[in-house]
């Protein structure tokens, strides 16, 4: 890696209940590249700093600065209301490290990489559970997302979310628009919830959920993102946003991971969404399969 990144105050501290400094925050993204890149690499991004540490308040970061080096990809991206956003776009380790020196504590990647800009190639369901919900009613709503997905010839992943739940991603070909792939991600939510709507919800609005799960997929928008896998999230103990199998669902919890092991994890294992993009399928017969799942359910009741 190249030493061209100056490291400024790494003995600042971002995370005060830890005592984690913004030097070891950069050594975690610097020792996780080489995984993260490939989930990462030519997508737009939105940066997540905390300049003065999680615990004041940070800011989201969607232009590239001026103050950027040459050598940090940028991504012109057009506004749906008219006009462009320059993205940063972190393609190699000497970005990763750049950002991570920023107090960037968190990524957030759009659904669609620069060269298929309007065709997104990941369907996103955010699994946001009650404050009362049990760890097993969570991990029980992954499973019944991943399902579903399967229902519809779809591969599913999943991944911690470093908070309070689990996100469950399906590749896609990059065929279909924004729009399309929305419309599929909140068809099947909306399914999903109909088949158990004591227990799940699509209903945005806090105050109308109850005790049921939300399932989100707002994620799928245009110029929506999503946390990028391997991510640090701002809370205290540094908790990661870190994909697993599914045979790790039953021992595994929403924080598990963090900037601490997960680069023992990686040294143990391979990393679970390494075969993302070849499982990727189209759009299409999972769009038709869904219309005759969402026909019969109307039919039978």
Same mark, same amino acid.
Request: proline content about 8%.
């Given at each position: 890696? @190249?030493?061209?990144?100056?490291?400024?105050? *790494? =003995? /600042?501290?971002? $995370?005060?209940? #830890?005592?984690?400094?913004?030097?070891? &925050?950069?050594?975690?993204?610097?020792?996780?590249?080489?995984?993260?890149?490939?989930?990462?690499?030519?997508?737009?991004?939105?940066?997540?700093?905390?300049?003065?540490?999680?615990?004041?308040?940070?800011?989201?970061?969607?232009?590239?600065?001026?103050?950027?080096?040459?050598?940090?990809?940028?991504?012109?991206?057009?506004?749906?209301?008219?006009?462009?956003?320059?993205?940063?776009?972190?393609?190699?380790?000497?970005?990763?490290?750049?950002?991570?020196?920023?107090?960037?504590?968190?990524?957030?990647?759009?659904? @669609?990489?620069?060269?298929?800009?309007?065709? *997104? =190639? /990941?369907?996103? $369901?955010?699994? #946001?559970?009650?404050?009362?919900?049990? &760890?097993?009613?969570?991990?029980?709503?992954?499973?019944?997302?991943?399902?579903?997905?399967?229902?519809?010839?779809?591969?599913?992943?999943?991944?911690?979310?470093?908070?309070?739940?689990?996100?469950?991603?399906?590749?896609?070909?990059?065929?279909?628009?924004?729009?399309?792939?929305?419309?599929?991600?909140?068809?099947?939510?909306?399914?999903?919830?109909?088949?158990?709507?004591?227990?799940?919800?699509?209903?945005?609005?806090?105050?109308?959920?109850?005790?049921?799960?939300?399932?989100?997929?707002?994620?799928?928008?245009?110029?929506?993102?999503?946390?990028?896998?391997?991510?640090?999230?701002?809370?205290?103990?540094?908790?990661?946003?870190?994909?697993?199998?599914?045979?790790?669902?039953?021992?595994?919890?929403?924080?598990?991971?963090?900037?601490?092991?997960?680069?023992?994890?990686?040294?143990?294992?391979?990393?679970?969404?390494?075969?993302?993009?070849?499982?990727?399928?189209?759009?299409?017969?999972?769009?038709?399969?869904?219309?005759?799942?969402?026909?019969?359910?109307?039919?039978?009741?």
């Amino acid at each position: 890696m @190249s030493d061209e990144v100056k490291i400024t105050n *790494p =003995d /600042r501290v971002l $995370f005060p209940r #830890d005592g984690i400094t913004k030097g070891q &925050l950069v050594d975690y993204y610097r020792r996780v590249a080489d995984t993260m890149l490939p989930h990462v690499a030519d997508r737009p991004l939105s940066l997540q700093r905390f300049p003065e540490g999680v615990e004041r308040q940070g800011f989201f970061q969607q232009e590239a600065s001026d103050h950027f080096p040459d050598w940090v990809r940028r991504a012109k991206v057009p506004r749906r209301g008219g006009g462009t956003v320059e993205h940063p776009v972190c393609d190699d380790a000497r970005t990763l490290v750049y950002l991570a020196n920023l107090a960037v504590v968190t990524l957030h990647t759009w659904t @669609s990489r620069v060269a298929d800009l309007e065709q *997104p =190639d /990941r369907m996103v $369901f955010d699994l #946001d559970p009650p404050q009362r919900a049990t &760890l097993r009613e969570v991990r029980d709503a992954a499973r019944r997302v991943r399902d579903l997905l399967e229902e519809l010839g779809l591969v599913p992943f999943v991944q911690t979310s470093g908070s309070r739940g689990f996100h469950v991603v399906a590749p896609l070909r990059p065929s279909a628009g924004f729009e399309e792939v929305s419309a599929l991600a909140g068809d099947a939510a909306e399914l999903l919830a109909s088949r158990d709507p004591e227990r799940f919800t699509v209903e945005r609005r806090k105050a109308k959920r109850g005790e049921r799960l939300f399932l989100d997929t707002g994620r799928n928008a245009y110029a929506q993102t999503a946390v990028a896998p391997y991510s640090v999230r701002p809370k205290a103990g540094a908790p990661v946003a870190t994909p697993i199998d599914w045979r790790e669902l039953s021992r595994t919890e929403p924080q598990s991971y963090n900037l601490g092991n997960v680069p023992r994890r990686l040294g143990r294992r391979a990393d679970p969404w390494r075969s993302m993009d070849e499982q990727a399928r189209p759009y299409g017969p999972a769009r038709k399969r869904l219309d005759q799942l969402r026909t019969a359910k109307r039919s039978i009741g």
